[in-house]
C-alpha cells in the first residue's frame, strides 16, 4: 500500500542548513509536495517537485528526489528560528487519488 | 484501529442538492480540520475547530458549515452543491493547536458533483 515516512524530529542551530528526508512508496507518483505547518495555520504548501525532476531550487529551499530509491529531501538553507514548524511529505499517487501524507518532522530551531 | 476516519470515501451526486461528509478521530484529540485537495493536489485549509469551537475559517463559501457535535467528530455539510465543490476532502486531528502537534489525516472523500 502507500506509504510515506519522515522522521519526527530534527533540531538544527540558527543559521545552519536543516535537511528533512521522506521515503514514499509509490513509484508511480507524479509528484511530490513539501507542506509545512505552522502555529494558528493550517498546512501551507511549501514546494513541489515533478516526478521527471531531480531537484528544484527555491530560494532557501532545495528539494531532491531520488526516484530510484523513493526518497525525497527538503534542505532548508540557513535556516531561521522563523523555519521553526512541522514539516509534512506528501506524495501524490496515481490518478485522481488523495494525497498521502508523512507524520511529519518538527524542525527546532536554536538561537 | 483507524485513527481518523471519514465518511463516505466516495459520494457522487448531482448540482443543487445538500449533503454531509462525516469525521471521527479516536486519539483523543482536541482540534480538527477541513482541507479541500484541489486538481492540482494542493491542500487548503477550510475550517479548524479547538475542543468543539472553530478557530480557523478560511474564506469558503457559506454553503460549506462545519458543525462539531463532540470533541472526537468533525462532520461538513454542504448545501446546494456545486460543480466546483469537486474536489477530495480531507480531515485530519491533533493533540493540541496547530503548529504545535503533528496532525493526522483521514483517508479522504472524494466528492463528485454531476
Known amino acids: 500500500g502507500e506509504d510515506v515516512e519522515q522522521s519526527l524530529f530534527l533540531s538544527v542551530r540558527e543559521g545552519d542548513s536543516s535537511v528533512i528526508n521522506c521515503t514514499y512508496t509509490?513509484?508511480?507518483?507524479?509528484?511530490l509536495y513539501w507542506y509545512k505547518q505552522e502555529p494558528g495555520a493550517g498546512l501551507q504548501l511549501l514546494t513541489y517537485?515533478?516526478?521527471?525532476?531531480d531537484m528544484k531550487q527555491d530560494q532557501r529551499l532545495t528539494v531532491l528526489l531520488n526516484k530510484k530509491d523513493k526518497h525525497l529531501s527538503l534542505r532548508i538553507a540557513d535556516t531561521q528560528t522563523g523555519d521553526s514548524a512541522i514539516y509534512f511529505c506528501?506524495?501524490?499517487?496515481?490518478?485522481?487519488?488523495?494525497?498521502?501524507f508523512g507524520k511529519g518532522t518538527r524542525l527546532s530551531v536554536i538561537a | 484501529d483507524t485513527a481518523v476516519s471519514q465518511t463516505p470515501k466516495y459520494l457522487v451526486t448531482q448540482m443543487g442538492n445538500d449533503k454531509s461528509i462525516k469525521c471521527e478521530q479516536n486519539?483523543?484529540?482536541?482540534?480538527m480540520y477541513w482541507y479541500k485537495q484541489d486538481s492540482k493536489k494542493f491542500l487548503k485549509i477550510m475550517f479548524s475547530y479547538n475542543n468543539k469551537e472553530l478557530i480557523i475559517n478560511e474564506t469558503v463559501p457559506n454553503r460549506f458549515s462545519p458543525k462539531s457535535p463532540d470533541k472526537a467528530h468533525l462532520n461538513l455539510h454542504i448545501n446546494s452543491l456545486e460543480l466546483g465543490d469537486s474536489a477530495v476532502y480531507f480531515c485530519?486531528?491533533?493533540?493540541?493547536?496547530?503548529?504545535?502537534?503533528?496532525?493526522?489525516f483521514g483517508p479522504g472523500t472524494r466528492l463528485l458533483v454531476l
Open positions: 506528501a506524495e501524490s499517487p496515481s490518478g485522481n487519488t488523495p494525497l498521502v
Open positions: 485530519a486531528s491533533s493533540k493540541g493547536l496547530a503548529g504545535q502537534e503533528t496532525q493526522y
Open positions: 517537485i515533478f516526478s521527471n525532476m
Open positions: 509509490d513509484s508511480s507518483s507524479t509528484y
Open positions: 486519539l483523543g484529540h482536541d482540534t
